[in-house]
């Protein structure tokens, strides 16, 4: 479909027109596209809350958040998820690692005339996500503060119940690591959580969360002025309505989540098809350690063995998927590339065969949405004589489930913050052992080194650990990693500059982008 | 007794039924708002701590008591996903859905009537034929495919009407424009029905013996067929209507969530998903109030139309 409606021929040649015009006026053709107007229309899901305190997703609420708000860290864009400054210019640990003083910007002023941020709103954004009364979803990441200090105006004190290494990324640009202001809480009263008050790039202009959040730039922003005046999301629920509007002009930024839309957008030439090339989520099937025969590390390599993860992602996930070996994905902190089990279905037999492991039956508790993968697992493992009964359960039942012991082996979905600690201490310290936690695997073999990794302060030194970490437990395979998912969107031809990707959203970094008709 | 006094009567028990099937449905369904909202990673404290600020620790007949008495009291709670008042939220988003479903009605007898009646006048030819295909179609076509192919049809390809969304408030022209898709999606399962129903009432009126008689006094055959037929041919189909809104605030749930529009329909489906027990309460409970009223009005309108029905 490349014929042009009349409308387009129009615009191009008009367009045309006047470029050539200000061409021979020696006006430079920049002059031209600036003109067009700067507003981005963006499908999204529906959010629950904009509130640091409230809000739970990283994708569609903090791709939204990391717009209006900021927070004293945030991740580095692209490939490689380092801590960097956000609003505050650096940190000291002192005290054997128990207590984190943090520098603040200085020319920083809140949305809407409410005043400079200061040590003040540190104080009183995180204690407020602490105060039971809030009933903040994200009170567990601020677990280990014991209490916030204001030393002045631009710096704060965090002291700690224990040393924690990890503790930064508490205070980066995930969930309630997001800034509020004292001042606007006390001015704007309920509105408060509704209508965010921040200190980003762009600021709350229209709320209704199941319906549309109008976004419009910030004069005043301390950082590099965007281009667009003004980001729209509005919330489209149903894939097929999103992809019509899209077609149709009405949207100009989407989420395509299957790959017969990918195929599709991939061929047209209207549009552009944009992959991202960073993703902080992974899905993995976990072993029960607890059960026989799943005990036996030969057993579990023998299904490391005995699964072909390229032949499922080619099937289910083509240019939207990756490979992976590691527990944990690239570009946080201490990933390396560990030891990769070959598809090797004779290894497998053998392996069992050594195990004393016989016609094995077993079950593999999954949820609805990846049925596909679970049925190629299913046929691959026949082929080495085991039999896998799929028992298919929803969403809600399998989040319960992954806080069990019921399952053999269970599809896992690991969406984090992008922290090492974040992806190991959870699910394979033996202290989340369910029902405390969700190490759903019953590990324990790397408990020393996840505790040791807390503690190092030394970037280097502790990135080490992680590695050796992530080594020994692709040597155990109390879980097989099977793909990154990456989110993939699709552009409209004129919007320029959206091609760095960020954590934890997975998604572009929109305040970059530019419009260019 | 008064004729309010009776729907009261009838109303409040029917409402309290209806709550307290879908309070027992709700938690049978696997899975509660503490782990929804908290996700696959929950720590156990972090549920437990969640659970017991909702309330959700306590024993199943011990909630159910406090719901009802709170339902009663007219405290119907507020959403745990937005903390702001459940019933408030409902009537912001119901104006929306009454909309859908009163354009959708207007359809209904838009089509429905007219396409009946001429489908029993000429009975057996090829415009009765044709009107029985096409309502075999619709009845038989899932709504949330027949929204999507409406809109590929006639947003898409012909770009008639927007894709999604309710329209500019304030602009009823573009609100009417954001009507007409969803509404007709919503109308096209009941225009079969309704159809249907106006066919065989009509062929049934037809061949009573007043309908010979104004003949035979020579009036003109639209006469005969509007006023002597079609009057009381459409005492049931009145019924059918008045039943049908009921099941319209159903299908609105579907055709919201595909047209993207603002509304109950939409609110009820996030909440299920999120297991917002007390907003999914709430919307349910008023579309159950809503579905008792029209019934009720529906008889009245069945009194008026047809004196010898007295209730």
Not at chain 1, 67 to 85: H, K, T, V
Not at chain 1, 402 to 424: E, K, T, V
Not at chain 2, 143 to 172: H, K, R
Request: glycine share 8%; charged share 20%.
């Amino acid at each position: 479909m490349t014929e042009l409606s009349r409308r387009q021929l129009f615009r191009t040649a008009a367009g045309a027109g006047a470029g050539a015009g200000m061409l021979t006026l020696g006006l430079p053709i920049d002059v031209f596209a600036a003109n067009a107007p700067q507003h981005l229309v963006v499908q999204s899901g529906a959010l629950n809350s904009l509130d640091p305190a409230h809000q739970i997703s990283a994708g569609d609420e903090g791709r939204v958040a990391i717009l209006i708000s900021n927070a004293l860290l945030r991740y580095a864009a692209g490939e490689n998820f380092a801590l960097q400054p956000d609003l505050a210019t650096g940190f000291e640990v002192s005290d054997g690692g128990k207590t984190y003083t943090f520098k603040l910007r200085q020319d920083v002023q809140w949305h809407r005339g409410y005043g400079k941020f200061t040590a003040k709103d540190v104080k009183f954004s995180i204690e407020r996500i602490l105060n039971p009364e809030t009933k903040s979803r994200n009170a567990g990441q601020f677990k280990d503060v014991a209490g916030v200090e204001v030393v002045d105006d631009y710096t704060v004190r965090f002291r700690l119940k224990e040393p924690s290494a990890v503790f930064p990324h508490a205070v980066a640009t995930f969930r309630g690591g997001f800034l509020m202001s004292e001042a606007a809480a006390k001015a704007q009263g309920e509105e408060f959580s509704k209508t965010v008050i921040g200190t980003g790039p762009f600021m709350v202009e229209k709320a209704v969360l199941d319906q549309e959040i109008v976004l419009k730039r910030n004069d005043a922003f301390f950082g590099p002025k965007p281009k667009l005046e003004q980001i729209t999301f509005k919330v489209i629920r149903e894939g097929g309505t999103a992809t019509l509007a899209f077609d149709r002009g009405q949207l100009d930024l989407i989420d395509i989540n299957d790959r017969e839309a990918t195929d599709r957008y991939a061929k047209s030439n209207k549009s552009r098809l944009m992959i991202s090339n960073v993703t902080t989520g992974l899905y993995l099937l976990t072993f029960n350690l607890s059960k026989a025969p799943f005990d036996k590390k030969e057993v579990r390599q023998a299904f490391q063995h005995a699964i072909n993860k390229k032949a499922i992602v080619d099937a289910v996930y083509a240019q939207r998927g990756r490979v992976v070996d590691t527990v944990m994905p690239p570009g946080v902190e201490g990933y390396t590339q560990v030891k990769s089990y070959d598809y090797n279905p004779e290894k497998a037999k053998k392996l069992l065969a050594d195990a004393g492991v016989k016609d094995l039956k077993c079950t593999l508790t999954v949820p609805t949405t990846y049925q596909r993968e679970a049925v190629m697992i299913q046929a691959q493992l026949k082929q080495v004589g085991i039999t896998l009964e799929i028992k298919l359960i929803d969403r809600p039942t399998w989040f319960r489930s992954l806080g069990q012991s019921d399952h053999d082996i269970i599809w896992n979905a690991h969406f984090r913050a992008p922290a090492a600690d974040a992806f190991l201490f959870p699910s394979y310290h033996s202290s989340n052992h369910p029902p405390k936690g969700t190490n759903c695997a019953f590990y324990a073999g790397a408990d020393d080194l996840i505790d040791k990794a807390r503690v190092t302060f030394d970037d280097k030194e502790r990135a080490a650990i992680y590695a050796e970490a992530l080594k020994r437990i692709a040597e155990d395979s109390p879980a097989i990693p099977l793909t990154l998912e990456l989110n993939t969107y699709v552009v409209q031809n004129y919007v320029k500059n959206l091609s760095t990707y960020r954590v934890p959203e997975n998604a572009p970094a929109l305040e970059m982008a530019s419009i260019e008709k | 007794m008064g004729l309010l006094t009776r729907f009261i009567f009838q109303a409040v028990p029917t409402l309290i039924g209806a709550v307290t099937i879908l309070f027992l449905l709700l938690r049978m369904i696997p899975g509660d708002p503490a782990q929804a909202m908290l996700g696959a990673d929950a720590t156990a404290v972090d549920l437990a701590r969640m659970r017991h600020e909702l309330g959700l620790d306590q024993p199943i007949w011990v909630q159910y008591g406090l719901y009802l008495r709170d339902f009663l009291t007219g405290n119907w709670g507020n959403s745990i996903v937005s903390k702001t008042p459940a019933l408030d939220r409902v009537l912001e988003a119901l104006p929306d859905t009454l909309m859908l479903c009163g354009m959708a009605i207007v359809i209904i007898i838009g089509i429905s009537l007219p396409a009946g009646v001429l489908s029993a006048v000429r009975r057996d030819s090829w415009v009765d034929y044709g009107v029985s295909v096409a309502v075999f179609l619709l009845m038989s076509m899932p709504q949330f495919w027949l929204g999507l192919l409406l809109l590929l049809v006639l947003s898409y390809w012909l770009d008639w009407f927007p894709i999604f969304g309710t329209g500019d408030a304030g602009d009823p022209l573009s609100i009417l424009h954001h009507l007409v898709l969803p509404a007709l999606t919503l109308a096209a399962g009941f225009l079969g029905l309704v159809t249907r129903l106006t066919r065989s009432s009509m062929l049934e009126v037809l061949g009573r013996e007043y309908v010979r008689t104004a003949r035979a006094k020579g009036l003109r055959e639209g006469v005969v067929i509007v006023k002597h037929a079609l009057r009381n041919a459409l005492l049931p189909v009145v019924t059918v209507i008045g039943l049908t809104m009921g099941q319209l605030l159903g299908g609105a749930v579907i055709v919201e969530v595909v047209f993207a529009r603002a509304g109950v329909g939409t609110m009820i489906w996030d909440a299920i998903l999120q297991r917002d027990y007390p907003q999914v309460q709430a919307a349910v409970a008023v579309f159950a109030a809503l579905f008792i009223t029209t019934n009720f009005l529906t008889d009245l309108l069945y009194g008026l139309l047809n004196p010898r029905i007295k209730i």
